[in-house]
Every structure is written in C-alpha cells, then in structure tokens.
C-alpha cells in the first residue's frame, strides 16, 4: 500500500489550484476530476487520504462525493465547497468531520472592502462591530469602520427621496399621475374657497366631480371662469388618470423586484451597483446591506434563480444587461459610491467595468475574476478597478484546512491572499496558479494515478 496522501476530486478552476498549491509544497497528491464510484473505492483502497477535497460548482454532485468518501474511509479529514447555506448546514451536522465552505462567502468580505474605501482590501463584521482590512507594506491590519445606516428624519427623508426621484420608469409614471391628480383637487378645491367664497365640505365635492371628469353642478358651473378651468382640468385629469392606470398595472404584471416604498426601493445615492446575481453577488448585496450600505442588483436573465431571494431579503434589483449605459444610468451609477461586476465570466466582467466607467468615470470598479487569465492581461493595459480573484480565497482558504492551518476566513493582499487564523492573526499564503496541475490533459480529463513528491513529516 502506497504512503498516504491528499486527493482532491473536482474539475474546477479551485481545484486545478489546490493540486498545484499542493505539489510546489511536495505534498503527495491524487487528483480526479469526475471520478465513478469504481475509480473512487480503487482510489482509496490503494491508498488512504489524509485529506480529501471536494470542490465542484455542482452543490447535488459535491454532496454525492463526500458522502462517497465518507462512506469509503470515515472518518477522513474533508473540505467540501457548497454554495447552498441549506444544504451546506446539513452537511456539516451529518458528517462532523467535514470543513463546509461556500467560495462566495469567502469572497465577499474582499470584494465589500473596496466598494466602501479603496484602501480596505476587506471588511469583516464580529462582536466588536465592523472592522476595515488594510494591507501595507506586505502587513495586514485591521481598523473600525462606521456603519452607514440612517436614522430618525435622515432615514424618512432619504425613502422620500428614493420614492419621489426613482430610476424606475413605471414608478414615475405611476407617481406623476397621482401627483397630478391630487394637484387638480387641491386647484379645485382652492379655487372654490378663497376665489368663489363656497364652503370648505361643498368646494371638496365639486372638487371630487372635476377630479372624476362628472363636472361641476350647475349653480357653479355659472361662472364661465371656473367653467372653462373645470373643462381643462377635467381633460387634464384623463391624461394622469391613464399614466396612474399605467403604472398600478406596471406594478401588479411586473417581477415587483423593486418598490414604491421601503427596503426594495432603487436607492438614490450613496449606494452601490452589483451586477451579476449569481451565488457571489447574492452574498456581495446580503454583506453590503448589513454593512448598512445601500444596493442595487442587476441580473440579465429574467430566470434567474436569486432574484426571488433578492425579493424575499427586500434587496432591489433590475432586469437588464449591466454592459446597457442607459441602465447603468437607470439604477444612478452616477451617483453610486461603487460599482461590483461580480458574474461568473470575467469577460462580462471587463465590459461592464468600461461601461460603468463611460457612464461614470469617477465611480469605484471592483471585478470579480478567476476563471480565465483575460482580466489579468486586459488590466494591464486598461485601469479596470480594483481585481478580486474569487478562485485564489477559495484555494488558498482549502489550501490552509487541508495544511493544518485551521483558518477563520481569507481576505485578498496586494499580491497574495492572507488567511486569517483563529488567534486573529493574518498570514500570507502564497496560492499556485492553475498550470501547474500536471493531472490535466486534454480534453478536460485528469488522471489519479499519480502523486507529486513525498510527504513531509
């Protein structure tokens, strides 16, 4: 039986990294991308893990896995990426000696540090409040950060503002209509008490007719004046009466991914813009609202399986592609704090950077990247914003459990990612890139029956 050593099973771009990370260290290491249960028992029968990671985007096919591995050498120590809170929770309870992490929780800290202050590589939340991650000349430390929630009359003030000055154009309708219809009875009813000298409950009425196009009664109707005032506002009265229709029905067939009122109202100002609603920029809005900053999600597919938990946590989004400038524009890009491009494909990414940056140059950018090398080599030759490559935490957080390291959390450094450790301090851990995983061939196959070096004592 060979000495035991590490496995990871996954096809992933995380788990190409892990193999390299593993092999500069001379760790031993078996890597498989998609194996069957056959090649899995052979596997560890050959010999045994002395840890195991899982690492897929596929949270069903992650759960296979583990429980595979589980079943075939209890009790190993096990690393499993699952991006479902609910299915990573049981999980965990089910297998105890399992370590449940989803790559988007580890990411958000760093990619929410910049969106606040350029100067914070991360921000963390704990029992001491919220507190900024700076990195200075290769050391990390941490400094408090303010919380940006309004209070008292600031608050209210600031739903007034989001309500009367929406991006939304079926919001405007909707309020431009009762606007002018509650300016047509006021008119009305002003007209009738200080100009005709009617009683305040009898100039309300008539100012009710005029409103519902009935027509003033006769007696008043006299004045040839007020008649002809009464004609025109009644006729005015059509035009808001059709744009409040317009935009109650809006309201009613719409996906209501944003409100009027409250929570899901697009904000003003001050706020930033995600794009890319996947399981990173779910976790990006969630962070930055319990931060007490204001969001604002933009996903282009209408499907999208988080805009329902973006509605359900009362987090406005919008429809739309994120490269559209009349959108940007529409969610107030111009007055945003900060802009996310947070969707799985780093190319998405780069367009929707130069084109919240032609809407609004002097807007913060923060990219995800990490799947492909194209955010690398464009950031060289255009001032994308600030880079977070969400593969190399995942990696490196990995990396750190399956090491002995017993890591907290990651946040992203200038050049290389810091774990955070249980005793609160920061340690760089440098992270292979993914070419250096000698199991991959062509065709996306990756072999298990090689191991690199020999184990450290």
């Not at 957080?397 to 249980?422: D, I, K």
């Amino acid at each position: 039986m060979e000495t035991e050593s590490f496995v990871v099973i996954g096809d992933t771009t995380v788990a190409r990294r892990l193999c390299s990370s593993l092999a500069e260290r001379d760790e031993p290491v078996r890597h498989l991308a998609c194996p069957d249960e056959d090649e899995l028992v052979a596997m560890l029968a050959e010999a045994p893990a002395c840890g195991v990671a899982v690492l897929f985007d596929d949270d069903v096919v992650a759960l296979r896995y583990a429980l595979a591995v589980a079943n075939i050498q209890p009790g190993v120590a096990m690393v499993v990426t699952v991006f479902d809170r609910t299915i990573g929770d049981q999980l965990a309870r089910f297998l105890p000696h399992c370590t449940v992490t989803s790559p988007a929780d580890l990411a958000a800290p760093s990619l929410a540090g910049p969106c606040l202050d350029w100067n914070l590589v991360a921000v963390t939340r704990s029992g001491s409040g919220i507190r900024g991650v700076r990195s200075v000349s290769g050391t990390v430390d941490e400094v408090p950060v303010q919380g940006r929630r309004r209070k008292g009359w600031r608050a209210a003030a600031h739903g007034l503002a989001r309500v009367f000055g929406s991006h939304e154009v079926g919001v405007r309708i909707l309020l431009t209509g009762l606007l002018g219809l509650a300016t047509v009875l006021v008119a009305d009813w002003t007209w009738l008490v200080i100009g005709a000298g009617h009683g305040a409950v009898e100039s309300f009425g008539e100012a009710v007719r005029v409103v519902t196009t009935v027509g003033p009664a006769g007696e008043i109707d006299g004045d040839p004046v007020y008649a002809i005032l009464a004609s025109m506002a009644m006729l005015a009265t059509i035009v808001f009466t059709a744009m409040f229709t317009a935009g109650v029905v809006d309201r009613l067939i719409g996906p209501r991914l944003t409100a009027v009122w409250g929570s899901r109202a697009l904000p003003r100002s001050g706020h930033v813009v995600v794009v890319g609603l996947g399981q990173v920029g779910l976790r990006l809005c969630r962070e930055l609202r319990e931060l007490g900053v204001p969001v604002v999600g933009v996903e282009r597919d209408p499907h999208a399986r988080n805009l329902h938990a973006m509605r359900d946590d009362g987090i406005p989004a919008v429809v739309g592609d994120g490269t559209d400038r009349a959108l940007l524009e529409r969610v107030g890009v111009r007055r945003a704090i900060a802009l996310a491009a947070v969707s799985s494909d780093d190319r998405d990414n780069i367009a929707v950077s130069l084109a919240a940056q032609a809407a609004a140059p002097q807007v913060r950018a923060v990219l995800r990247a990490g799947e492909k090398e194209i955010i690398a080599e464009t950031g060289s030759l255009l001032p994308l914003g600030v880079i977070r490559d969400v593969t190399s935490l995942s990696a490196t957080y990995v990396l750190a459990h399956l090491l002995g390291a017993e890591p907290v959390g990651v946040v992203a450094g200038r050049s290389h990612v810091h774990v955070l450790r249980s005793d609160g301090e920061y340690v760089e851990l440098p992270i292979a890139a993914r070419s250096g995983c000698r199991h991959v061939c062509a065709g996306g196959a990756v072999h298990g029956d090689a191991a690199h070096g020999t184990r450290r004592a």
